[in-house]
């Protein structure tokens, strides 16, 4: 099957994952749900409803019953919202520093290690199956859902129909649409069941329909491959078996981060692989100290540039990749992987962006502006259009141009 941009899981941008720790130790997350954003509930549109019509027949052809397709459809429609986070996703539109603030910030560490503590046990039986490290697994879990917390809102039929509809990637959707529905034919799952991200992915690792029905697993024997209930265990176990068949090593590791020596000029990117011996020479080290670790030929990855934090990603690096395509998708995953196993925060410093400014000054702005009572909402260190607001909003009160841009004068004005 041809799968364009992300592969497997599609949670982490679709549910815009930006936590910081709610009332009772529940995570809050800055996103957007059917309940409050009218792009995600049905809008008329008779060119939908047309296609939809023609879709029917196509899945009757299929062996899709009628039945079940009335079912499924009821109360379905055309979701104008889904299309808007197709064009937008978080990934491949953010630096590395503000992805792993967004999916990976230490509120989440902190709330996850104790899950990853209680399940340990399950994701050792599903390694000892698959291959796939207890730490990847729990990782992908936490970036895919907050730890299956926030498995997301939005009707899987609705989000694939629209998106198959639109037509950008209509096959790849209709695919995925035709997909959910034998999962509410077989009775694996109710229509109601089938809620989670703007492009139909779905439980604890956010598993497409596609995926599902190709990789799922009954792992705990209770006759189900189950994703979607408060047991993650079924959910474990399809992403292991997914990434144990894309290639996964049993025993070898993914990346780690590295220092690159004084004067470094490459070469870079994945597609730039060499021996461990050879990145020895040429003077890569792990960061935190010790001898680069052996599992073949590896890529030195410096998403932000020399002179910030680096990465040496090992074969199973791309298998994460087969996962979800993005570069930061992969260092974010492999970086929780690490903080839930007990490792501490990156070595490296992302230094200040181009207005000057350093991850813990952008908090600062934000959160001095929550303190005036200009809402940004989670602090995060990550600018977007609330945070732009917040600031045109400050800055019209105190009588200056409106520029809605982040500095150091805005920062002093705020402490």
């Known amino acids: 099957m041809t799968i364009d941009r992300r592969q497997f899981g599609l949670g982490a941008a679709a549910l815009a994952l930006s936590g910081c720790m709610g009332g009772a130790g529940i995570p809050q997350v800055a996103r957007r749900d059917p309940a409050t954003d009218p792009g995600l509930r049905p809008q008329p549109n008779p060119a939908y409803d047309a296609w939809v ?158 995926a599902y029905q190709a990789h799922a697993v009954d792992f705990n024997g209770d006759g189900r491959r189950d ?56 003077g890569v080290r792990p960061a935190r100290g010790g001898t680069l670790p052996d599992f073949g030929a590896a890529a030195v990855l410096a998403p932000m540039g020399v002179g910030r934090p680096a990465f040496l990603a090992f074969r199973n690096f791309d298998m994460i990749l087969r996962y979800n395509p993005s570069e930061n998708y992969g260092i974010a995953v492999s970086y929780l992987a690490g903080r839930l196993a007990g490792d501490g925060p990156l070595a490296g410093d992302f230094g200040p962006d181009a207005d000057g400014l350093t991850l813990q000054d952008r908090k600062a702005i934000q959160a001095g502006l929550n303190r005036a009572g200009f809402d940004v909402g989670t602090v995060d260190g990550v600018f977007g259009k609330k945070t732009e607001a917040a600031i045109r909003a400050f800055q019209r009160a105190r009588g200056l141009p409106e520029t809605g841009a982040p500095s150091r004068t805005l920062l002093e004005a705020l402490r």
Not at 62 to 79: E, H, M, V
């Open 227 to 282: 994703i979607w209930t408060d047991d993650p265990t079924d959910a474990f176990a399809t992403t292991a078996n997914f990434l144990s068949k894309a290639g996964w090593t049993r025993g070898a590791g993914w990346s780690l981060e590295v220092t690159l020596p004084q004067g470094f000029t490459g070469p870079t990117g994945r597609a730039n692989k060499r021996s461990v011996a050879a990145w020895r020479a040429a």
């Open 53 to 210: 019509a023609a879709f029917r027949e196509r899945a009757m052809a299929q062996g899709i019953s009628r039945a079940t397709l009335d079912t499924a459809f009821r109360g379905q429609g055309f979701l104008p919202g889904v299309i808007e986070r197709d064009r937008n996703q978080t990934e491949f539109t953010r630096t590395l520093e503000d992805y792993i603030a967004i999916v990976a910030p230490e509120e989440k560490v902190a709330f996850g290690r104790p899950l990853y503590a209680r399940h340990l046990g399950t994701l050792r039986q599903v390694e000892a199956r698959y291959g796939v490290a207890p730490e990847i697994l729990a990782a992908i879990w936490g970036v895919e859902s907050y730890f299956g917390t926030k498995r997301g809102t939005i009707p899987v039929i609705s989000a694939t129909s629209t998106l198959a509809w639109e037509g950008r990637r209509g096959r790849f959707f209709e695919a995925n649409l035709m997909d959910a529905l034998r999962i509410v034919q077989t009775g694996d799952a109710r229509p109601e069941q089938l809620v989670g991200s703007w492009a139909g992915a779905m439980g604890h690792t956010q598993l497409i329909p596609n």
